[in-house]
């Protein structure tokens, strides 16, 4: 289905099973609970709303990587794309609150928490996304690298004297915020260190706005412009230096930023002469599943 949602034959369960080195911390998890509810209600139809259904309209050129045809065509190797049914939900309530013309507008989603991802939803469609083959890549995140060159993997496993899997396991689980600035990777706990004149947190966070910018501005050169900026997710609702800082670079496009609104968390921080709107928006996972399980299970 050109959404993503689906009835979970045994024929897809076969291919999340296969495809549970791509989502590690995710795939197990599912299929142990798919399998339970199988079990105990086994008359019931059970549907799967993939996240990379939201990202299967982006244009081919944006899903390939430059690496041979066949990794393409045979193996699968694209850009696939997560947070599916978060930016659907707040795309689409950014359209309804701000009246857009659903078929006619241009929007930069910010789904930014422990798992972070930026999305240019253009016209009612998702035409690129920061995220790529696995959630691990763009951004920087919590614990993952975000967006690194392929060849430090063989560099470092030489290096240090490690396997393979255990570089994985620092790339995933000891890099980005956590591994740069030796906390956590909560960002509060990133703040507090900040406060004490941790570095290596000032650089993680400096990095993390960076990151957003970087695909924000990216983004905004593709759609041929912006008409809203929209944030969600633990860091994009309750981090208003976050927000402040990453939109101030829109300044130069006739972005204003109501700063007591922005402050408060407020649901629209724009200021009235803004030629961009910029929202705060929680997000709504469990009503889009619902909504797409309807769909199918109908």
């Not at 063989?154 to 290096?159: D, L, R, S, V």
Request: contains cysteine; glycine residues 10%; hydrophobic residues 40%.
């Amino acid at each position: 289905d050109e959404n993503g949602s689906v009835l979970l034959t045994d024929k897809v369960l076969q291919a999340m099973e296969d495809c549970r080195d791509l989502a590690p911390a995710h795939n197990p998890a599912y299929l142990q609970a798919i399998r339970m509810f199988r079990e105990l209600m086994p008359q019931k139809k059970l549907v799967g709303v993939f996240e990379p259904g939201f990202h299967a309209q982006k244009p081919e050129y944006a899903r390939v990587y430059g690496a041979p045809l066949e990794w393409y065509e045979k193996y699968g190797v694209r850009k696939y794309g997560y947070h599916g049914a978060s930016l659907r939900y707040v795309t689409g309530e950014a359209v309804r609150l701000l009246g857009l013309d659903p078929a006619c507008h241009k929007i930069i989603a910010c789904h930014l928490g422990g798992s972070s991802s930026v999305c240019a939803y253009k016209d009612g469609v998702s035409i690129d996304t920061s995220m790529g083959f696995s959630a691990q890549s763009g951004l920087i995140q919590s614990t993952r690298t975000g967006d690194i060159d392929a060849f430090v993997i063989p560099y470092i496993m030489k290096k240090k004297g490690i396997t393979m899997d255990e570089a994985f396991k620092e790339l995933s689980s000891n890099g980005g915020l956590k591994g740069l600035s030796g906390t956590s990777g909560d960002m509060r706990d990133i703040l507090e260190s900040i406060e004490k004149g941790g570095r290596g947190a000032k650089l993680a966070r400096e990095k993390y706005i960076y990151d957003i910018k970087f695909y924000m501005g990216a983004y905004i050169f593709l759609m041929k412009g912006v008409d809203a900026v929209v944030f969600t997710g633990g860091m994009g609702q309750k981090d208003p230096q976050l927000r402040e800082e990453t939109l101030s670079h829109l300044e130069f496009l006739g972005f204003r930023l109501d700063a007591a609104a922005n402050a408060r968390n407020a649901g629209r921080i724009d200021a009235a002469d803004s030629k961009i709107a910029a929202l705060v928006i929680e997000t709504n996972e469990e009503l889009i599943v619902a909504r797409e399980t309807v769909k199918v299970a109908g």
